[in-house]
Structures are given as structure tokens and as C-alpha cells.
């Protein structure tokens, strides 16, 4: 591990803010910005059942998770042509870039596009287009993660599968998201075994208002490398210990628990127990546009909030640039420049 100096509280923000990351757990869907989806209404003629975008914003008063999901799939429902999904994309990019963010895999719920009559190539080819500028255009390495919607069924999902082969080059993973209670991962264990033979990566949302148990069933049934939350282990010190032996990574989202009451503040988030025991915790934003913040004010509000040190700083980077899926070059070379940063703070204070 990389010794840390501490830096002055003051200039902490500063290298918050500086320090390269990876973001892992982003819901492209979710950075849809109230302006956005009423452009994109007007664009593509679709009536939205707020008369503004203040009311709009008005409605984001979440209470649990499917109080949210109602509302992020009313928002998603604006995205029709290969364009939107491009400019969509593309508005998180040029944020992730001013957050220094060099690595950035991006969750996205192809079941809600293709309900509606939107072809599965319009959605991925709109993103994987935006992914391509993203490394070109803005430095940030950048690849998808086709989700499946947890409260459909799994022939839904092997459907979803079979018309999203024809682009198996364009994704690099699976997940598991939307409602989590009441369907456990076990529900998946088949079309996560054939993805698995695929050699896709896995991941799956759990622990996020689920049990400890569903966090148990991702990783021994659908076997997959990361758990997306997970915040709920804490309550089981089984898991706990196996999680920080295996170093599973979790994605961890504290504003996002916030605004779904998972805790009723975030001065009551466990990051910092997750870390302090040893788990390979990261932080991310999961619905930007939703949850109040992107990357670096999740950083911002957290330290703040739970007084985390430069120490937490720089292992939460590390911690996200270890649990990607990018190459192995690419990890060490952003591994030099998170310790590169943290060198040139500490060289600053003398
Ligand atoms: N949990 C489950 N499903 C989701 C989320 C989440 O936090 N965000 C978007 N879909
Ligand atoms: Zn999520």
C-alpha cells in the first residue's frame, strides 16, 4: 500500500477533486438531467407528465428505491433515436472528464428501451458510439454493462440476451438491477451462467435494501466478480470477513443510499467501517441526475460527512482502479498517476 501523507483538511476538497478514479457504478439512464429529458421530449414529441422542468425536479422526493425507479423509468422514456443515447452519454462524459475520472463503466437497462419498441442496435450503438469519443475526444476509458431488469423474468432476460449477442463486442459485462426485493439473484442463475460461458463479466445489485442473504447467492450462485452496493453486509460479519479476504469489490453510492433512506443521513453511512475493515469498497454515483451529484460531490459530501482522511482518499481510488475491468497497463499506469498526485499535494505543504 501506498504510505499517505496526510494533507491539511482544507486542501483535502482539492485532491478529492484532482485524484484520477474510476467510476463502476453509473446508470447511464440515471444522468439523464431534467433539461435533457424535456430537449429530448420536445425533440422526439413525447408528452411527459410534468409541466416543467421544475416540477419535474420537484417529484424527486424518493422515499425507498421503486419510489425512484417509477420516476427514472418515466424519465428514460424520451430516448427513442441513436442520437439521445449518444447525447446522453456524451453529457456524463464531458462531467466525468471535469471529475478526472480516467475510467468509467457504464450500467445500462436495455429492457426499458426495448419495451417500448426501441431496437436493441439503436440504444447500444448510440452508447458504444459515445464510448469511442469518450477515449478519443476526453481521455476517459469507457465500456458498457448490459443490465437486467431483476423484477422481469429470466426468459425476459434471455431474450434480452439473444438480441444484444449480435453486438457481443460492445459490452464487456452484465448486471442485475431495478427492484430489488423479493427477487434474489438466484431468480438469474441460469442466464448468468450462460453469460459466464460467454465469458462476459458478471456483477449484480445487492445488499442495497435486500439482505445480507442475497449478497451470499450473487457471489456462490451467480458467481459474479463485484457486488453493486452491498452496503447491507455490515450486518452479517461472516460475509464481512469473507468479502475483505476475497477483497470483492463493492460499489458503494452514499448519496444515492441518502436519497433512498437506506440511511437516514449521511452522516450514518458505513463507508468508512466497510474500509476500515478491509472491504475493497469504491465509491460512485449510480443516478447522478437523481441523487444530487456526480462523482466528485459523492467524494466532496462524504468526506465531509464521515471525516474520512487522505488515507481513505487515495485507497478509495485505488480500491475503484483495481476493481475495474480495464487492462492491466491501463491500471498501472493510472496507479503512477493517482500516486503521482497525491506526492505533488504533499511536496505543496513544505
Ligand atoms: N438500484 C437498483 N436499480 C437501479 C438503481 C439502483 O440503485 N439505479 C438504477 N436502477
Ligand atoms: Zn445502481
Avoid at 460512485?284 to 471525516?307: C, I, K, M, R, V
Wanted: aromatic letters at 10%; glycine letters at 4%.
Amino acid at each position: 500500500m501506498f504510505k499517505v501523507h496526510p494533507v491539511p483538511a482544507h486542501r483535502l476538497p482539492e485532491l478529492l477533486r484532482a485524484m484520477p478514479k474510476a467510476e463502476l457504478h453509473i446508470h447511464i439512464e440515471g444522468s439523464l438531467e431534467p433539461e435533457m429529458i424535456f430537449a429530448l421530449a420536445r425533440r422526439n414529441g413525447v408528452a411527459l407528465p410534468y409541466a416543467s422542468v421544475e416540477a419535474l425536479r420537484a417529484a424527486y422526493a424518493f422515499t425507498d428505491l421503486q419510489s425512484f425507479l417509477d420516476i427514472y423509468y418515466a424519465g428514460a422514456s424520451v430516448l427513442l433515436k441513436e442520437q439521445d443515447f449518444f447525447d446522453m452519454a456524451w453529457a456524463y462524459f464531458e462531467k466525468a472528464a471535469a471529475d478526472n475520472v480516467v475510467r468509467a463503466e457504464l450500467f445500462f437497462d436495455p429492457q426499458t428501451h426495448t419495451a417500448r419498441g426501441v431496437p436493441m442496435a439503436v440504444v447500444i450503438n448510440g452508447l458504444h458510439r459515445a464510448c469511442v469519443d469518450a477515449g478519443s475526444q476526453l481521455g476517459i476509458s469507457a465500456d458498457l454493462i448490459l443490465c437486467f431488469l431483476r423484477h422481469l423474468s429470466e426468459e425476459d432476460a434471455f431474450a434480452t440476451l439473444e438480441q444484444a449477442l449480435p453486438f457481443r463486442d460492445r459490452f464487456i459485462g452484465v448486471g442485475l438491477d431495478s427492484s430489488e426485493v423479493g427477487h434474489p439473484p438466484e431468480k438469474f442463475a441460469r442466464v448468468f451462467a450462460r453469460c459466464a460461458e460467454l465469458g462476459l463479466h458478471l456483477v449484480a445489485h445487492a445488499g442495497e435494501e435486500g439482505p445480507p442473504a442475497y449478497i451470499w447467492s450473487a457471489l456462490d450462485v451467480l458467481k459474479v466478480e463485484r457486488i453493486d452496493h452491498g452496503v447491507q453486509s455490515a450486518k452479517d460479519p461472516a460475509l464481512m470477513a469473507r468479502l475483505a479476504k476475497e477483497r470483492t469489490p463493492l460499489t458503494v453510492c452514499p448519496l444515492s443510499n441518502q436519497k433512498l433512506c437506506v440511511f437516514p443521513d449521511l452522516k450514518d453511512h458505513n463507508l468508512r467501517t466497510l474500509l476500515d475493515a478491509g472491504l475493497c469498497a469504491t465509491l460512485n454515483s449510480d443516478d447522478p441526475a437523481y441523487f444530487g451529484g456526480y462523482l466528485n460531490e459523492n467524494f466532496l459530501q462524504t468526506f465531509a460527512a464521515l471525516h474520512l482522511s487522505t488515507q481513505h482518499a487515495w485507497t478509495l481510488a485505488h480500491n475503484s482502479i483495481e476493481a475495474s475491468f480495464a487492462p492491466a497497463v491501463d491500471k498501472q499506469r493510472w496507479t503512477h498517476q493517482l500516486n503521482q498526485t497525491f506526492e505533488r499535494f504533499v511536496e505543496h505543504d513544505y
